[in-house]
């Protein structure tokens, strides 16, 4: 017996041409995401991604105790996690209470302070190992062992896109990749067509952003039949094979990508918004993309994951008191203007606001391999660490 075929499936196995094409996307971009079982507040995500383990006691959950012990052997003893601690090591910075909720945050966050009463933090994080890739898994997928999707491509898949020109999911990082590269936005067994798109913001040329964005050798007009002839070719080869949901993938990706030329270049120039607001949000990368975030979802991408950088830039191991010091500074301008901007166009009531690491931070000083402690860094902490959040429907100002 012949199963009969969904609207979508009709639609694609009809529309040969690229006018089709264009019509069978719009009939079925709302119809794309699930039913929602209640309803949400919540539109869009950004996740600001603070990659390399955030420490916690430096940042949002001050611990008086640590400066009463500070140079003593903590009850836990020798607190082993991916390598060896040893005494109590007191934060270098000073917490202050802010806002009229009095959340304490660290002066490693002077501008994001001022937005205390916006947010929501969260001090009962914990992972499973202290490992930098398995812990990115964990955050991302919900687990660090079997390949599931990722938690924007879920997202992606079950509320649809609100744009049907730019990727449902997009996945900002400048100057390369975090520990496990684009596993960290991967679609798993979900359609290909649901993972994040990588961007490097390390540049600012929106031409550059994204390669190759436009054909130099080949009109609009020839570009569109070019594709008109590679969608019918796949999709004869997609009738033989009707289980292949990769080839299904890299179908809706070729439309999606010619699609993009219409509009990617205008939604990732950011040399378009005025020049207080280009100073509101400072010029480091990691606060540009945060700019960029915005304009991202105000264009109805559902799902902006910002990275603060390669690797793992938050992993302190020594000299605490200046490599946090140095990453902060990087993102805190923008993460308040991100706050403020969003507050302003009113999409802060919409847009769930997400910064996290992976794990925390040690509270005990890391010994070196002579076994002393003079580097004055910390360790990985899975056990515990902090994260906060800010509206999108959540309780603002409170821990």
């Not at 040969?16 to 794309?32: I, N």
Request: with cysteine; net charge neutral; aromatic share 8%.
């Amino acid at each position: 017996m012949q199963r009969p075929h969904s609207r979508r499936r009709f639609l694609q196995r009809a529309g040969m041409g690229m006018g089709m094409l264009a019509l069978a996307d719009m009939l079925s971009a709302d119809a794309s995401g699930a039913n929602t079982h209640f309803p949400g507040r919540a539109k869009h995500v950004i996740h600001v991604f603070l990659n390399g383990g955030m420490s916690q006691v430096d940042t949002f959950d001050p611990k008086p105790e640590l400066d009463k012990r500070g140079g003593q052997m903590l009850p836990l003893g020798n607190l082993q996690t991916e390598r060896r601690t040893g005494v109590a090591l007191p934060s270098p910075f000073t917490f202050t209470k802010h806002g009229q909720s009095g959340i304490p945050i660290s002066d490693i966050f002077p501008q994001l302070a001022k937005c205390a009463d916006e947010l929501l933090v969260i001090r009962s994080m914990y992972a499973e190992l202290p490992s930098h890739e398995l812990s990115l898994m964990l955050m991302n997928t919900g687990n660090q062992r079997l390949v599931r999707p990722s938690f924007g491509s879920w997202l992606n898949y079950g509320m649809g896109s609100e744009n049907r020109n730019l990727p449902g999911f997009v996945a900002l990082c400048p100057g390369g990749m975090p520990v496990g590269g684009a596993g960290n936005w991967r679609s798993a067994f979900l359609p290909g067509i649901y993972q994040g798109t990588h961007v490097d913001t390390s540049k600012t040329d929106p031409k550059e952003l994204i390669a190759f964005i436009h054909n130099r050798r080949l009109s609009p007009q020839q570009q569109q039949s070019q594709f008109a002839l590679l969608r019918e070719l796949n999709q004869r080869h997609l009738e033989q094979r009707p289980h292949e949901t990769a080839l299904e993938a890299r179908i809706e990706s070729f439309e999606l990508a010619y699609r993009m030329q219409t509009e990617a270049t205008d939604a990732f120039d950011i040399s378009q918004e005025p020049q207080y607001m280009l100073d509101l949000y400072g010029d480091s990368p990691q606060n540009r993309q945060l700019l960029l975030a915005r304009r991202l979802i105000e264009r109805g991408v559902r799902f902006v994951q910002t990275w603060h950088g390669n690797m793992q830039p938050w992993d302190s191991h020594s000299n605490i008191k200046e490599s946090h010091r140095h990453v902060a500074n990087e993102c805190d301008q923008g993460l308040a203007a991100l706050i403020i901007d969003l507050k302003q166009r009113g999409l802060l009531d919409e847009t769930l606001i997400l910064c996290t690491g992976e794990f925390g931070r040690t509270p005990s000083v890391e010994m070196n391999q002579d076994g002393a402690g003079a580097a004055m860094g910390r360790d990985h902490n899975h056990w515990g660490f902090s994260l906060w959040l800010a509206r999108g429907g959540g309780n603002a100002g409170s821990i």
